[in-house]
T-cell receptor, first 112, second 117 residues
Framework: GENVEQHPSTLSVQEGDSAVIKCTYS??????FPWYKQELGKRPQLIID?????GEKKDQRIAVTLNKTAKHFSLHITETQPEDSAVYFC???????????FGKGTSLLVTP | GAVVSQHPSWVICKSGTSVKIECRSL??????MFWYRQFPKQSLMLMAT?????????EQGVEKDKFLINHASLTLSTLTVTSAHPEDSSFYIC?????????????FGDGTRLSIL
């Protein structure tokens, strides 16, 4: 089955700096890679996703890059703000209609 | 749009009790819903895939007789934790995807925090 590795497990940055979270996956059949933000005790919320037919996608301060050959994808948050502090999960699946295989999560702390 | 409602949000009950959790897609139809479990400070682990009108598909290690799933309509899936024990205490979250449209993402419910005493 699919195995998703996520690094780092914790990340602390100063407000205004960039944050990068990296994930690798094992199943070459995976072609859908969403990123979720989860605040304590709340539901995971989709912040951005990318499919295997593109290498990069951007939405304001958030961007995701995908390297299918190397089987890794990354989340980039620029100009971080304290409200970006949360746990971020990457996931991989064969499509948005399939079950998601999650990474272990990255706890991001943005300090003022 | 794409709202998934989960109920109840918090359950505290005695060991041996059965608990039913509901997952509803409020403004779309979902032929497939997913049930995940999340222990404190851990990731979401898929428990089972709930299919409307047919049997659920369980992940390895998940007891189908303990975690009963029913997906009787296109907008409702239920998870029943039978004879719950303290080790079943966890955060249970469902997700659903609007199948009316291509490449619709999955959306999660608010989750149910289950505490077994």
């Amino acid at each position: 089955g699919e195995n998703v590795e996520q690094h780092p497990s914790t990340l602390s940055v100063q407000e205004g700096d960039s944050a990068v979270i990296k994930c690798t996956y094992s199943d070459s059949a995976s072609n859908y890679f969403p990123w979720y933000k989860q605040e304590l005790g709340k539901r995971p919320q989709l912040i951005i996703d990318i499919r295997s037919n593109v290498g990069e996608k951007k939405d304001q301060r958030i961007a995701v890059t995908l390297n299918k050959t190397a089987k890794h994808f990354s989340l980039h948050i620029t100009e971080t703000q304290p409200e970006d502090s949360a746990v971020y999960f990457c996931a991989a699946s064969k499509g948005s209609g399939y079950a998601l295989n999650f990474g272990k999560g990255t706890s991001l702390l943005v300090t003022p | 749009g794409a709202v998934v409602s989960q109920h109840p949000s918090w359950v505290i009950c005695k060991s041996g009790t059965s608990v039913k959790i509901e997952c509803r897609s409020l403004d779309f139809q979902a032929t497939t819903m997913f049930w995940y479990r999340q222990f404190p400070k851990q990731s979401l682990m898929l428990m089972a895939t709930s299919n409307e009108g047919s049997k659920a598909t369980y992940e390895q290690g998940v007891e189908k007789d303990k975690f009963l799933i029913n997906h009787a309509s296109l907008t409702l899936s239920t998870l029943t934790v039978t004879s719950a024990h303290p080790e079943d205490s966890s955060f249970y979250i469902c997700s659903a995807r609007n199948t009316d449209g291509w490449n619709q993402p999955q959306h999660f419910g608010d989750g149910t925090r289950l505490s077994i005493l």
